[in-house]
């Protein structure tokens, strides 16, 4: 029949439409459901990161990296430009395209690989040994049935009661990547990874901008090392005003922009008055909606559903994957979630090691890392050496006027084996992907300290820290 399939995935996202193709690619009858609407109101596939996430994000960064290049950073390449300018509008276009361009490739893999796009919004109506699934799209309903679900619906950002969002004024990162203007004053609650990298957008294109944290230190997440050379560069190098350890008290919206009051880290009473005003302070999952508690589908007190290691549910024959379940909140781990479930459906044995997924921050220079950090490593137990080279010497980031940042690796004693991987440099992003492949495969520091390097590159600079872990670096 039609409305049978061997898979169903909820949700086409990274994680969604990827296990989608994966299950269809095996052999599987699959279908997925998806109801997003652009704003001209057209059905998009690709979820949250192709049409207001990680895509659109990184063509504005993109774009205002291009503009602050053009205004400050060319005069020491001898190339005087007068006069640079930001046309918003094109900007903004510009953008739009990329995504439009995404969110139909996305339709055209579907048809590629034969699976089924529902349109609409999925939802459980039943469980049991062909599970059933109701499509909702406007007034028109049907139900599909499936030997196995694939939940992956993602998340959405987590707002705060004191701060309305209307996405015009008070914005979260849909409403802050749709900007028709440079606000003079931007305000953002929240620095971490959307807070500053919607914040570097905005501040390269000249608006003044200030985050309000909540906790005490800056990036916790990193190493420190990490974290001393990005606050560097943030606050004195880039002008960003980072304030910590504040709590936010009350945020009043007025024809002139926005007031928020707040206690800063010493108790006392402040206020900061803005344009515009981005909520970043996280994200949560999408599972209202679900039927999810209805047929007995495992979902905790924070919305997610719960899952075992290889992202089972509660349920037989049912999975979640990507935002919606443990772990980062991350495309790139909900793609390789995707691939695993739908494989495993197939009777395959893959897995997905969740030691080995990087973190990226795509601010300029960049922030990625993949591992334990030294101090984490230490808390754990461990006996570590490591080995740290910066790029300031290194020829071709001298060469690009992109000397910003080093690399920190971070080794067993013992075994030598690679614990973690911090890079901080324009393309650390890319950078990342050598240390996330060494340990993908239980490599040492020396591993990376043997293989030749291309002369001169960027990935030197790794090599020259896996010198170092052993106090051997050659160029330093």
Not at 70 to 97: N, W
Not at 229 to 246: C, D, M
Request: glycine share 10%; with cysteine.
């Amino acid at each position: 029949m039609s409305n049978e399939y061997d898979v169903v995935v909820i949700g086409a996202g990274p994680g969604g439409y990827i296990a989608a193709i994966r299950a269809a690619q095996l052999g599987l009858k699959t279908a997925c459901v998806e109801g997003w609407r652009n704003p001209k109101g057209e059905m998009a596939l690709g979820g949250t990161c192709l049409n207001v996430g990680c895509i659109p994000s990184k063509a504005l960064l993109a774009s205002s990296e291009e503009f602050e290049r053009v205004s400050h950073h060319l005069d020491e390449h001898g190339i005087t430009v007068a006069g640079a300018k930001i046309d918003v509008g094109r900007m903004q276009a510009r953008k739009d395209a990329i995504v439009t361009k995404m969110t139909k490739g996305i339709e055209f893999l579907l048809k590629k690989n034969k699976v089924t796009w529902l349109a609409g919004w999925g939802r459980f109506v039943s469980t049991g040994e062909r599970h059933a699934i109701e499509v909702a799209n406007g007034e028109k309903k049907e139900t599909v049935h499936a030997r196995h679900v694939i939940v992956a619906t993602g998340s959405k950002a987590r707002h705060l009661p004191q701060a309305a969002v209307d996405n015009v004024t008070v914005c979260d990162n849909e409403g802050a990547l749709a900007f028709p203007a440079v606000p003079r004053r931007l305000g953002v609650i929240g620095a971490g990874v959307i807070g500053l990298e919607l914040g570097s957008v905005w501040r390269r294109l000249g608006a003044e901008v200030t985050i309000l944290e909540a906790l005490p230190n800056f990036l916790g997440a990193c190493d420190e090392a990490v974290q001393k050379e990005a606050w560097k560069v943030f606050t004195k190098g880039q002008g960003l005003s980072i304030r910590l350890g504040v709590k936010i008290e009350k945020v009043t919206t007025r024809k002139t922009g926005v007031v928020v009051e707040y206690t800063d880290d010493k108790g006392l009473a402040q206020k900061l008055e803005c344009d515009k005003l981005v909520v970043s302070v996280g994200r949560v999952p999408n599972t209202e909606g679900l039927g999810a508690r209805e047929v007995g589908l495992k979902v905790d007190e924070r919305g997610f559903v719960e899952v075992d290691a290889q992202c089972r549910t509660s349920l037989p024959n049912v999975w979640a994957i990507g935002d919606v379940v443990r772990g980062p909140m991350l495309a790139h781990k909900a793609e390789d979630e995707g691939v695993m479930v739908a494989e495993l459906i197939a009777g395959q044995k893959p897995h997905v090691d969740y030691d080995c997924i990087p973190w990226i921050i795509y601010t300029s220079p960049e922030v990625a890392w993949v591992g334990l950090t030294e101090q984490k490593a230490k808390a754990d137990g461990l006996a570590v050496r490591t080995g740290q080279f910066p790029f300031a010497i290194n020829g071709r980031a001298l060469g690009t006027g992109q000397s910003q940042g080093f690399v920190k690796i971070v080794a067993d004693a013992a075994t030598d084996r690679v614990l973690g991987v911090h890079i901080v440099h324009a393309h650390a992003s890319d950078l990342i992907q050598e240390a996330v492949t060494v340990m993908e495969f239980k490599g040492s520091s020396e591993d990376i300290a043997r293989i030749c390097h291309g002369h001169p590159t960027l990935s030197e600079v790794v090599r020259e820290a896996a010198l170092a872990v052993d106090k051997r670096s050659l160029n330093s």
